[in-house]
């Protein structure tokens, strides 16, 4: 499929790929540090990890002694932090429980908080109702869309 | 898990639930459909709908005509609507074909693009290593985090 949701989510639409990316993004580099953190079994943990470095995700390197490796963010890893944010916003919104959300994100310089939300390129914040689908660039033949584009909204 | 990234995850970390999720926003609402424009296996989407409807995403509702019934995004099935423009950002950042994005969003009032990103309160863009995070109300007394937060990022 063409679609870059569908192509995403190849590569990381999958419970325990996500998790791993969380964990790397708290900081987590050690294989045994991913297990203890998310309780997962080592085949799995390890199938997962070589599917993250495959796809270029996650970057094994050198850590300190010998044949010590670590698991660190690539910049295609980074910037899945929008990605994060949106479940973790999502999640907060509607799973929490009674208490509240487990852990609130603040900016680091000023305490702010801090949020996510599709907007405008002048700023304007999106709902799913305000936006339309135009057909771009890597569009097939076989995805025709009207002129004006179609709504993006069920 | 407490985390929220986890408990969305656990409704929706599964390739097939988020692209039946992309087709609702894209007006599907009948079964049949859902299976022609996703090429879906009958038994498949059957479940990933009963799923869908069971956790609050999409109501089943009725239709024109008798016993006929279809799937609509609810208030909670909206709300996914960052989650899927940060996953078809980063895919089209990053998987994309040599042709570009196969399809763009469009603010449908003035034709502007659309984009997503953290944001701190006052609307400065923010990455993953301008965030920390600090426990929130609904923290378990497992989750400890030091008085001034711990950094987001790997």
Known sequence: MRCSIARAL???????TMLVVREAFMGTRR?????????IAPNILSARLKTLVASGILARVPAGGP???????????????????????????WLAGPDGPPIRLLDRATGMPVAIAVRRSDGAILGSADVRVVGGRGASAALRLPLGGVPFDG
Chains 1, 2 share one sequence.
């Open 10 to 16: 190849e590569l990381i639409g999958d419970w325990w």
């Open 31 to 39: 294989f045994d540090a991913f297990q203890r953190n998310l309780g």
């Open 67 to 93: 044949r010590r490796r670590e698991y660190r963010l690539t910049e295609m890893g980074r910037d899945l932090f929008p990605v994060l944010v949106a479940l973790m916003q999502w999640g907060d919104r």
